[in-house]
């Protein structure tokens, strides 16, 4: 082995490549280096910041969401279809850290439902009862300490908000008044109402993945970052995975090892899979593909959250937020009743003009609620679209698509806006900007403007959904293992069935806590 100026050796041949260092593989690289006899090479498709203090400051205010503004230079931009015609821009982070270096610090674990439906595919491994023991090992809970749900010595700091802000006191006093229960605690199983949202900021900074499980833990030798190195496909040799190609600086190399991980999210992993021959077969041979594996799962379904943002002006000047942009948060259900809490309605403390511009303060501009319908549903489509990896790959995600699904959305802006008009939150707004009463009370209407002004969660989950082996629907087991691919494995939040009722960056950890720990115990 050979230093590098990283202050960590290289490993010629790592025994694992772990392709992306964000919530699911920078855990997962972190744990796997607790074994001093594996070596373990991550790459990184951005810069990769060697200690905190490299982060620039916006990447760490948790007052701020760098994934808001467009164009930033740490995420990643893709076009995409909301719907037949909607385009939109979604984001995903393209340094250390990955999305939790760039997204609102959002750090809510998935629900016993959520575990239910995916155990039903994965086996008793994805059972919440069996997944507790790791998400309490993950965390470092500061409000609960160590206790039957919560864990005090994991790597992930976590805090709730404190209702100071004017705002976020009379969102609380209105969701109560109008019945629905108090939930304090997000990341218990408790029946879902109005409460503070858990999150990885803490004393005012956003610690991201990076930070918490690389930068954060004893340096160690076996574990090798490089950031700027993008790759663009797997080496499979004999129906195993032996390496990867990658760019860097322009020059394409391949790197081998002993096994592979893709962590590089839910649009990167299932295309790297793609232009390294493993998906639907008709589809990458028209392409000019090697079909190495016909996975027909891979790409065939994904699901998201579709939102929109409803904003409300203040009647007085508002203070900006003293440690973070988010308020509380409200979950309750639709009227479908399969799926408890599947509404969420999430308040933004900075104006959406401040976090599409990196300000935490504006000025007389309003303030909003990010009002998403968050029913586990698999709508979207992935395409791969040319041989050349720079060529990206086209994702439709169906939003809307049904009458239930429009109604749902109509339940939660009207939701919002009967919040809204109450006398108790009426004593710091004027009421809402839009959508004004006379589309508020017109079905057909209020779906032309929610189509007019959607967007999404950016909680992309299941283009590479797990389950078993012969199944044509799964493309991985419940330990992320490519079905036919022997040494190739993917982490990442691709390969959930359906997406969580709660966004995924904490089960996106969880994915790298779980994968890891299969590999250190050699679980079959």
Partial sequence: MEQTEHGRSRARHPDVIVVGAGGSGATLAARLGEDSGRTVLVLEEGPAPRQPSEFTTELLDPRLVPGAQPGHAAVQPYDVHLTPTRSYTVVRGRCLGGSTTVNG??????????????????????????????????????????????GDRGPVRIRRAQFRHPAAVAF????????????????????????????????????NTGISYLLGAPARPNILVEGNSTVLRVVVERGRATGVEVERRGRRTVVRGGEVVLCAGAFRSPHLLHLSGIGPRRELEALGV?????????????????????????????????????????????????????????????????????????????????????????????????????????????????????????????????????????QVSGGLTEPVAQVLDDDRLLDRWVLDHLGTSHHTCGTVPMGPIGDPRTAVDSY?????????????????????LRGPAATAVLIGELVSDAMRRGLT
Avoid: C
């Avoid at 969701?175 to 879902?192: H, S, T, W, Y």
């Avoid at 949202?197 to 900074?205: E, F, L, T, Y």
């Avoid at 490519?482 to 069935?497: E, K, M, N, Q, Y």
């Fill in 105 to 150: 610090g959002y750090f809510v674990r998935a629900r016993r439902d959520d575990f239910d439906r995916w155990s039903a595919a994965g086996g008793r491994t994805w059972s919440y009862d069996r997944v507790l023991p790791l998400l309490r090992a993950l965390e470092t809970d500061l409000d609960h300490g160590a206790d039957a749900l919560h």
């Fill in 172 to 207: 609380r006093t209105a969701a109560l008044r109008m019945g629905f229960p108090e939930e304090l605690d997000k990341n218990a199983q408790d029946r879902p109402g109005f409460g503070p949202v858990p999150s990885n900021a803490v004393d005012g900074v956003r610690v």
């Fill in 290 to 426: 090697a079909v190495v594996r016909d996975a027909p799962a891979v790409g065939a379904r994904f699901g998201d959250h579709p939102q929109v943002v409803l904003e409300w002006a203040p009647r007085r000047s508002m203070p900006a937020p003293a440690d973070s942009w988010l308020g509380g948060a409200l979950h309750l259900s639709s009227s479908d009743g399969g799926h408890a809490g599947d509404l969420e309605i999430l308040q933004s403390l900075v104006p959406m003009a401040g976090l599409m511009t990196g300000r935490v303060s504006v000025p007389g501009a309003p303030l909003a609620f990010l009002v998403s319908v968050q029913t586990p549903r698999l709508t979207g489509r992935m395409r791969t679209l040319s041989a050349d990896p720079a060529t990206p790959a086209r994702f439709d995600y169906g939003y809307l698509s049904t009458e239930k699904d429009r109604r749902r959305m109509r339940e939660a802006v009207r939701a919002t806006a009967e919040l809204v008009s109450t006398s108790d939150f009426g």
């Fill in 480 to 500: 992320g293992r490519v079905h036919g691919v022997d040494g190739l494995r993917v982490a990442d939040t691709s390969i959930l069935p359906t997406p969580p």
